[in-house]
């Protein structure tokens, strides 16, 4: 299933993905590649990341940048150490100058005008055979370690402030990246994380990833038996799903792209309203299928929240049009 958010980002990826093809061409002679998924070696990934970093001033400014992971690059970061800050990491076939992107970005802004927002854009490998862009997670993960312990070792990041957000593959990113860190965030938002390639035996995000890990499940199960991009079973602290978390009013049935992509645009409706989004808590998932949540206390969903005292399943039921 190919879906291209932005086209172009996609000719630009074309471009980077070429030269991704040449190095993995000269770097496997007798393999053939064709069948089997690459792997971090095959490219030099740093080199496919990118970090953009931005915030209310910034935007205002016209200032947003390019932020090198090296110590010479997070030196000289106009930043105490004493910011906010959250890192937002898209999933498969997607960038950072995307719907998603563009709307986190704005969403997590205005809403907080001293938050230093970093969009992670690892476009270039991303757009690969969707196998393949599974096989760059980890490598992607750690890229983004680096990148936020050399933050942390030059005093311009204090993880008690950080809260990571990924969608989709994006998910697992930022949960192995604060798993691997020498410290680890605060808070991970993972919205709808990537449920092929990641069952309960694979590295995927799990509940001792981070201090809270929220998770947003809007396509855990397909209709009928077509292939869902999500996870239908919770994965962290504090597990949400909508509507039953399997598809998404607004939506038709087996547009699973469309139930799958509600996570961020829920999540990015909970930071401009500002946690409207309320949810019962569930005993188990027959109950959150049934619609029977009636347990208290009742938990926010989404937000730019740090601390949430809830725990388990939760279910909401929303609108099918923004801010749901
Ligand atoms: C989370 O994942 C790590 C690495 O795979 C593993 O060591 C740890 O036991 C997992 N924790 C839970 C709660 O599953």
Not at 29 to 42: G, M
Not at 179 to 189: G, P, Q, W
Request: charged share 15%.
């Amino acid at each position: 299933m190919r879906r291209f958010y932005n086209y172009c980002n996609l000719e630009k990826s074309k471009n980077m993905w070429r030269q991704v093809l040449v190095i993995v061409a000269s770097s496997c002679l007798c393999k053939n590649t064709a069948q089997q998924p690459a792997i971090c070696n095959d490219v030099n990934v740093p080199n496919f990341v990118r970090y953009h970093l931005t915030s209310w001033q910034h935007a205002v400014a016209g200032v947003d940048m390019i932020v090198e992971n090296s110590e010479a690059g997070i030196v000289s970061l106009d930043l105490t150490g004493n910011e906010h800050v959250t890192i937002v990491v898209h999933g498969r076939e997607s960038g950072i100058y995307t719907e998603f992107g563009n709307t986190l970005k704005h969403s997590i802004i205005t809403a907080d005008k001293q938050m230093i927002v970093i969009l992670v854009d690892w476009s270039s490998l991303s757009f690969a055979p969707y196998e393949d862009a599974v096989s760059y997670v980890p490598c992607v993960s750690n890229e983004i370690r680096s990148f936020i312990e050399n933050m942390m070792a030059a005093s311009k990041l204090n993880p008690n402030r950080l809260h990571l957000i990924g969608f989709d593959l994006g998910a697992h990113i930022v949960g192995i990246a604060s798993r691997n860190s020498v410290a680890r965030a605060v808070k991970i938002t993972a919205l709808d994380p990537a449920g092929d390639g990641w069952g309960a035996d694979s590295q995927r995000l799990n509940a001792t990833d981070a201090q809270l890990v929220e998770v947003i499940h809007t396509n855990g199960n397909g209709a009928f038996g077509s292939t869902a991009y999500g996870i239908g079973e919770p994965i962290g602290t504090l597990d949400f799903f909508p509507n039953g978390g399997d598809r998404q009013p607004g939506c038709r049935t087996l547009d699973n792209e469309c139930h799958h992509k509600r996570a961020w645009q829920l999540f990015a409706g909970t930071v401009d309203a500002g946690g409207h989004l309320i949810a019962m808590k569930c005993l188990d998932m027959s109950q959150v299928s049934n619609d029977r949540c009636t347990m208290i206390p009742p938990a926010v969903m989404g937000t730019l929240a740090l601390v949430k005292f809830n725990t388990g399943l939760h279910r909401v039921n929303t609108g099918s049009i923004y801010p749901y």
